[in-house]
């Protein structure tokens, strides 16, 4: 079940995750190999969503041609030179709009907006946003590697300055960390409370 989603409730919503995506990066050798017949090498992909043909129209745009469900289904490939990095995108079938990736269904590939997927964040809650963020601001502060640094139930208050950082920039990150902590936690007791009623009592949370 999806990040947010409270237990028991229906789902009506599809999700990215649920969905195997092809990025574009993957096909940027395309631009200059040979035309003809290729494969996509992938284990959760089936064999009419990895076979492929690379042909190119009269303008020069090379284009890849997967054939599913005994359909034709054209993508595009569109190289962005107005950037350092020369982006590739590919587009949708269905829109021809330009993306970073599309995703396989039964029948097709096609862009998130013309499938009706979700991102799973679309469905946090308040408190679980805030836990992103939190961790979020934590990492950039002390790094990926720290030591408990995903656990909410340890505080950043008593976490030293890392080195060569002022003394002021460190406390100005660290105290707003420990403001976010204590809205996180004044959303939790609120929810504990709302599932377990009086047999949680505040001292037992964290943060008061």
């Given at each position: 079940m999806p990040k947010g989603q409270h237990f028991g409730r229906?789902?009506?919503?599809?999700?990215?995750?649920?969905?195997?995506?092809?990025?574009?990066?993957?096909?940027?050798?395309?631009?200059?190999?040979p035309l003809g017949n290729y494969s996509l090498d992938s284990e959760y992909l089936d064999n009419e969503h990895s076979k492929l043909k690379l042909s190119e129209n009269k303008n020069g745009i090379r284009y890849l041609t997967f054939t599913i469900n005994h359909k034709p289904h054209h993508i595009a490939l569109k190289l962005d030179n107005r950037s350092a990095s020369n982006k590739l995108y590919i587009t949708c079938p269905y829109c021809q709009g330009q993306r970073q990736h599309l995703y396989a269904i039964k029948y097709a590939y096609g862009c998130r907006k013309?499938?009706?997927?979700?991102?799973?964040?679309?469905?946090?809650?308040p408190q679980e946003r805030l836990m992103r963020r939190i961790r979020k601001l934590r990492k950039d502060l002390w790094g990926y590697d720290w030591p408990d640094v995903n656990n909410m139930f340890e505080r950043v208050i008593y976490w030293p300055k890392p080195k060569w950082m002022r003394w002021k920039t460190f406390e100005q990150r660290r105290?707003?960390?420990?403001?976010?902590e204590k809205t996180y936690w004044a959303l939790a007791a609120q929810q504990l409370k709302n599932t377990f009623g009086n047999y949680l009592s505040n001292s037992e949370l964290p943060i008061k």
């Open positions: 229906k789902q009506t919503r599809a999700y990215t995750g649920e969905y195997h995506r092809i990025n574009a990066r993957i096909f940027k050798p395309l631009l200059t190999n013309c499938i009706g997927l979700h991102y799973a964040t679309q469905s946090e809650r105290n707003k960390i420990i403001e976010l």
